[in-house]
Nanobody, 124 residues
Framework: QVQLVESGGGLVQAGDSLRLSCAAS????????AAWFRQAPGKERDFVAA???????YYTDSVKGRFTISRDIIKNAVDLQMNSLNPEDTAVYYC??????????????????WGQGTQVTVSS
């Protein structure tokens, strides 16, 4: 069973930055598509960003230009650098991946393995 462990969440003020990290138990994680989703209270889990093995990246419109998804091969992890945070970014952030090819990386149904989530709270 693949395990994903997120870290880096916390409480910050509007305009601040945070860097989330998702470490995987499987060494071949670097060859899989990985993504970040987030879920705010009372809302559905929404796509944030994804990265393919090729390095191609995808972002939801609301985070383009502020968030950057990347791989850390040494840590066997996928990171999410979040800049210019605002209160609307407040949510539990989840890391996800799949050991199979993903046709559509922006939908939660494409992912087989999920982390436990890390809370990000942005105060105004």
């Amino acid at each position: 069973q693949v395990q994903l462990v997120e870290s880096g969440g916390g409480l910050v003020q509007a305009g601040d930055s945070l860097r989330l990290s998702c470490a995987a138990s499987e060494r071949t994680f670097s060859t899989w598509t990985a993504a970040w989703f987030r879920q705010a209270p009372g809302k559905e889990r929404d796509f944030v960003a994804a990265i393919r093995r090729s390095g191609n990246t995808y972002y939801t419109d609301s985070v383009k230009g502020r968030f950057t998804i990347s791989r850390d091969i040494i840590k066997n992890a996928v990171d999410l650098q979040m800049n210019s945070l605002n209160p609307e970014d407040t949510a539990v952030y989840y890391c996800a991946t799949n050991d199979r090819f993903i046709l559509i990386p922006t939908t939660s149904g494409s992912y087989k393995y999920w982390g436990q989530g890390t809370q990000v709270t942005v105060s105004s």
